[in-house]
Every structure is written in C-alpha cells, then in structure tokens.
C-alpha cells in the first residue's frame, strides 16, 4: 500500500486521537523500545480497549458471518451482489454469475433480493460467510516532509534488514499481484542480459481465441521488445497496457524484492537480487481492483503455483472492512498457504496507529501481516495500521522498512522530482513497502536454509526463525510490532 508524500491531508482520526498514540509508540530510540517494552504495551492495552469497544460496537457481531452491508441493503429492500463462500461443491446449485475454486473452498457470486433468499444461505450448514463487493487499492496518500530524511544516502530497507550477506534468493520464485512492472527496468535484467520475469499475467484482459487471461512468458512467446511493442498496442486501443506497469506501485514492490542494482552500480539493490519473478497484473491505472478482480488473481497463482514453482506471494494493497478471517479474500489466502505451501506476506494497512485497523487479507489467519518500520527514526511508521484484529488475533506479524525507502522507478510514470533519485528510482513510503521487504527476507531465508539442509524450509521453519532471529522491540509478540523486525541470515 503504497503512501507518496504530500505536505498537508486532512486527517483521517481526531487531533486528540493521534496526540495519544503518537505518545505511546513514538519512542525515540530502539533502546528505549527494548527498555519500555512491558510499559508500551500495558498503556497501549489500557488506552486501546476504548477504542476496540468503539470500532466493534457489539462483540455479538464476531459470532455472526454476514458482512453488515447485506444486512442494510436487505433492509433498504435494496438488492445486493454478493460473494458466498461455502465448503461443498453442492453451493452449486444456487445460481451465480462467477465462481472461483481453492481448494475446500468455493466462492461464489450471487445476487441477494429479499430476506428470504438471505434466510435460505443461512440455513445450510456449508455456508462459511456471506460479504458484500469490495474495493481494493493501495493506501491514501499520507504526509511526510522529504527534507527530514537523507533517503539519497541509504540504501534504508537493506540496512534495517541486514540483507548484505551471501543469501540472495536464489532459485526462490516470488509472486507479486499489483500494478505490473516496468520490465523495461535495467534492473530486473539478470548479468546475461536477460529478464528475471518467468510470467506475466493480466486479469482484466482475455484472449479472444482462448477465452483464457492474457499471458507472457519471456522468449517463449517472444522478445522483451515484442512485448513492449504489444503493450504499447493495447494502450493505445484500450487505455491500459496488458503487463506494464502505468501507476509506479507495482515496479516499486518488485524492486524492493528482487531488483539488482545495475542502474545504480550496486546502491539500490533488492533484498533478494537472486529470486525470479511472477508477475500478476490486477489493479489498474489508478491502482484499485474489484473483489473478482483480486480472486481471479489469487486463484491464478493457486493453480499455477507448481508451474511456476511459486515460493512467495507478496500482496501491498487491502481493503479497510471488518473481518474476523472468514472473508472470501482472506480464506482463499489460507487455502494457498495450507494446500499449496505458499508464504502469503500482506500489507497491514496504513490506516494510523489505531487498534483493529489491519486490513483485508493481512487479517487471514495464515498471512504474515507486515507493518510499516521508520528506519531513519527508528519507531513505528506514523500510518502504519495496528492490530489486534477485530476477533483479536496478534497482527501485525512483523514490521519491514516502510518509510522513504528507495526503489524501481516504472519510466511510465510521473513521480515528484522531491521524491525521485537519478533517473531509476523513486522513494516511497507505507505497509506497501515494508511487505516485499520482509518477503525478500523470507527469500533469503530460503536459499540459507536450503543450502545447509539440502531441502527447502517450511512456513513453520521461517516462523521459528522469525522468533528466534527478528529485532525484537516488545517483550513477547504484540499488536503494535509482532514479533519484531526481521533479520536476514549471514552466516
């Protein structure tokens, strides 16, 4: 979710509000966090239940598996599209205009007219959770002053996460659902000359042969120039390239991951240089996409993740709705870590340091919600969304470096001069970040533990090493920083 600077935004919360977290998490230093780490999370605890009281009205509603929003539209005698999430093929049977599989779970697309039809879903015992449509799109803009942060002298996400050693994520294929890539990019280019990408897919176009979404696979299908030149055809005729990235959100997280430096002579490099890339387009010019178009995605990698070998998923975008887990995005994460063994990093959010503000999916009991680190000042980032969730589940998980950090630029786009450096990259900042950061980490991570062990790790084996070897900030894990920051491996 990614959050460019901008000097003056109306506040979301009230002046007052932000004065007492800003007390409470603002700490000064990293010795002061360590030392005030039982007093932190005692005061945030006692000045946080208010506000959870205020944000879930009715602890009843935690029992219930209806979004709110159906409700309102059945009492409005209003009809309402939803999306049905059951775990028997038999959910079949009710009519619906698109269906999306994982594993034990069907998700299904209705339409809801009366109480009635409502009644009807909630007397069958299959029936997980009903929601209504949503948005998803990478955070609001959020204010920071460029002048307090020397971002042109750092290179800040690989010195927070210590990723200088011999592990760069070799033979680790990490996929990123955002905005595409600017594959133009010198940097995602490997020291042959040729491109880290294995795929790119796009979930709004279709073949008109096929009927199936549009692809590319690198010197299979044909040049990166005849990409380019085919990308340049559709926007040109439909307003949107197929793969390139036209909005700068996507470049930027997979650089942040996986870019090799060569436009900066080493300075900017990924946190894991040596990974491949997936590359899934689902979120357009302006960086939203619809509640199909992000099950599409992730129903493509649940079917693709042998193909292609899928290690990693990285997801910096979210919806700020109340969710206990049992949503149709977050289920179908779930579904991707426990069937398929793929390691779901999520942006926690940049809805501010107020409890139960961690977005969908990182609210998924399997993903590894990621929360947003001020390396230069050493404190939580002042958007960064803080748990816990709204059935109060720990999250964040962990925290990555979030703000200012400098990556890819897409050419395609135009970022403010302030916020640029040189003519490849850009800085930017929020949860968006911090995610391809710390799944850059768990790349390294991978290749470390591969080598000493001859087979790849388990999620269970990152956790561990999370606990063991991240930069703990509290006690114990929390709802402000997880378990901390993680570091990668050296030895």
């Not at 901008?6 to 230093?29: D, I």
């Not at 493509?300 to 969710?323: C, P």
């Amino acid at each position: 979710m990614y959050v460019r600077r901008k000097r003056f935004v109306r506040r979301k919360h009230s002046s007052e509000g932000n004065t007492n977290w800003s007390l409470a998490l603002h700490v000064a230093s990293a010795t002061s966090w360590r030392l005030r780490g039982v007093a932190i999370v005692i005061a945030t605890l006692v000045i946080s239940l208010p506000l959870v009281l205020f944000f879930v009205p009715s602890f009843s509603k935690l029992a219930l598996k209806v979004d709110p929003r159906v409700y309102e539209s059945i009492a409005s005698s209003e009809p309402i599209t939803v999306y049905v999430v059951s775990n028997s093929p038999s959910i079949l049977e009710i009519s619906h205009s698109e269906k999306w599989h994982f594993g034990d779970f069907l998700v299904l697309k209705t339409v809801i007219h009366n109480s009635a039809q409502l009644h009807f879903l909630l007397s069958r015992r299959d029936i997980i959770s009903i929601y209504a449509e949503k948005s998803f799109k990478h955070a609001p803009l959020y204010w920071l002053d460029v002048s307090e942060y020397n971002f042109r002298e750092r290179d800040i996400d690989n010195e927070l996460h210590k990723a200088t050693g011999p592990w760069i994520g070799r033979d680790v294929t990490v996929a990123i659902i955002d905005t595409g890539i600017d594959y133009t990019h010198p940097d995602f280019y490997d020291e042959n000359n040729r491109s880290i990408i294995k795929v790119l897919i796009n979930m709004f176009y279709v073949s008109a042969t096929t009927g199936k979404h549009l692809f590319w696979e690198p010197y299979k299908n044909g040049t990166m120039e005849d990409l380019l030149d085919y990308d340049m055809w559709l926007w040109q005729e439909y307003g949107e390239p197929a793969f390139l990235d036209i909005n700068g959100h996507g470049t930027h997280v997979a650089g942040i991951v996986a870019g090799r430096g060569w436009a900066s002579n080493g300075t900017y490099r990924g946190i894991a240089p040596g990974v491949k890339l997936v590359i899934v387009k689902a979120f357009d010019k302006d960086g939203m996409a619809s509640m199909d178009m992000c099950l599409e995605a992730l129903e493509w990698v649940y079917n693709n993740t042998e193909r292609y070998d899928i290690k990693i998923l990285s997801l910096s975008w979210g919806a700020v709705f109340a969710s206990d887990g049992n949503d149709p995005l977050s289920l179908a994460v779930d579904e991707l870590v426990e069937e398929k063994g793929v390691w779901v990093f999520a942006a926690a959010g940049n809805e501010g340091n107020f409890p139960t503000t961690i977005v969908v999916p990182a609210v998924a009991r399997k993903a590894i919600a990621v929360g947003a680190w001020d390396a230069y000042y050493d404190k939580v980032a002042p958007f960064s969304s803080l748990g816990p969730t709204v059935d109060m589940r720990m999250k964040p998980d962990v925290m990555g470096a979030g703000v200012m950090v400098v990556s890819c630029k897409s050419r395609y786009v135009d970022f403010p001069d302030e916020d640029e450096v040189g003519e490849y990259y850009v800085a930017l900042s929020g949860t968006s970040m911090a995610t391809p950061a710390v799944a850059g980490v768990a790349a390294c991570f991978i290749e470390y533990y591969h080598f000493f062990n001859d087979w790849n790790p388990s999620r269970s084996d990152f956790i561990r090493w999370l606990e063991i070897n991240s930069r703990r900030i509290g006690l114990t894990k929390d709802f402000l920083t997880g378990w901390g920051i993680p570091i990668a491996p050296h030895t």
